[in-house]
């Protein structure tokens, strides 16, 4: 089991920027990927950045020059820093982690931007 914890959401003006923070507890051992989903009301959990086996980060096409992701050495522990935030950017984000063909899911923690 992996045990995934958000961290550093909140409110913030457009334009403003917000750091999220993930750690991964657990069975970490190999871990394939990790990244960051959102989803808002009405709408379904979509892919905003993660780093996928290979390493690489990928990011959605609405938050590319906004949005950084960024781990630390031991890869346990994935950032999302955002800036330049837009209301539209407003969901609860959610940090998944992929281990041995499990998919494992954070509690979720919400960002809102305000106009």
């Known amino acids: 089991q992996v045990q995934l914890e958000e961290s550093g959401g909140g409110l913030v003006q457009a334009g403003g920027s917000l750091r999220l923070s993930c750690a991964a507890s657990g069975s970490i051992f190999g871990i394939d990927a990790m990244g960051w989903y959102r989803q808002d009301p009405g709408n379904q959990r979509e892919l905003v950045a993660g780093?996928?086996?290979?390493?690489?980060?990928i990011y959605a096409e609405s938050v590319k020059g906004r949005f950084t992701i960024s781990r630390d050495n031991a890869k346990t522990t994935v950032f999302l820093q955002m800036n330049s935030l837009k209301p539209e950017d407003t969901a609860v984000y959610y940090c998944n982690a992929d281990r041995s063909g499990m998919r494992y899911w954070g509690k979720g923690i919400l960002v809102t931007v305000s106009s």
């Open positions: 780093f996928i086996s290979d390493g690489s980060a």
